[in-house]
């Protein structure tokens, strides 16, 4: 593993003492931190009946678009908010407050994904109301963010139809700690080369129990299901 973010694997025994050793003991505290935060989170989304919503994806694979449609289409039915994570600026964040529902926006800096801690102060600077849908948009990355809980209920992969269809056996941890799979920018499917059929077979490969649902932030495809699919988990 990373020792910075915990990301990854390693397949060798470490010698007890070496360097690698050392490595591995500081990953397993970073986790179990991270762990322990992640179930207070949780404890404190469930006390406020907040469904929390962990969206992961490379970067450009159009989580924000989708995530202001989907607000959009919330209105009047429940109440919303967001955490934006980016390594620089808050751009996304105002573009979430510009759909009407209020954001936080957490700089990671170097960092490449969201931890339990950040997304706990992030919580209790929000106040969500009762029954609020909580999103969480981590980081764009595929591998570093696979390994952190923050205590969110669900966790969406949002995959896009410009990325190739053979990504989730390309970053299984990704596709096997997620919920629900999104196939976004259905609406380019003419023009690229990318097969639906065979993205969520490899897709379940990897995870078995993985729920999809394929659309498009442009054209409202799939966009009343993944609501209705919200509105379920949150009750």
Not at 21 to 40: C, Q, S
Not at 156 to 176: H, I, N, Q, R, W
Not at 180 to 206: H, Q, S
Request: charged share 25%.
């Amino acid at each position: 593993m990373c020792a910075v973010c915990g990301c990854g694997e390693t397949a060798v025994s470490p010698a007890p003492g070496s360097p690698q050793e050392r490595i591995l003991r500081v990953e397993r505290d970073i986790l179990g931190k991270n762990d322990r935060l992640a179930r207070e989170n949780r404890k404190a989304f469930a006390e406020r009946g907040v469904f929390a919503l962990n969206f992961v994806s490379s970067p450009g694979s159009g989580k924000t678009t989708l995530l202001v449609k989907t607000i959009e289409r919330l209105r009047g039915r429940r109440p919303v908010a967001v955490i934006e994570g980016d390594q620089q600026t808050s751009n996304d964040a105002e573009r979430i407050r510009a759909a009407g529902a209020p954001a936080v926006q957490i700089n990671t800096g170097k960092g490449c994904h969201l931890d339990a801690e950040m997304v706990g102060h992030a919580f209790d600077s929000l106040e969500p109301p009762k029954g609020a849908a909580l999103f969480i948009e981590n980081v764009g990355n595929l591998v570093c963010p696979a390994a952190f809980d923050l205590g969110e209920a669900k966790r969406v992969v949002v995959l896009s139809t410009t990325e190739g269809d053979d990504k989730p056996l390309k970053y299984p941890d990704m596709f096997a700690s997620a919920d629900l799979m999104l196939v976004n920018k259905a609406d380019l499917l003419p023009y690229v080369d990318f097969d639906v059929a065979v993205c969520v077979a490899n897709a379940r490969r990897v995870n078995p129990r993985l729920e999809t649902l394929t659309v498009s932030a442009r054209t409202g495809e799939g966009l009343d299901a993944f609501v209705d699919w919200i509105e379920a988990g949150a009750e």
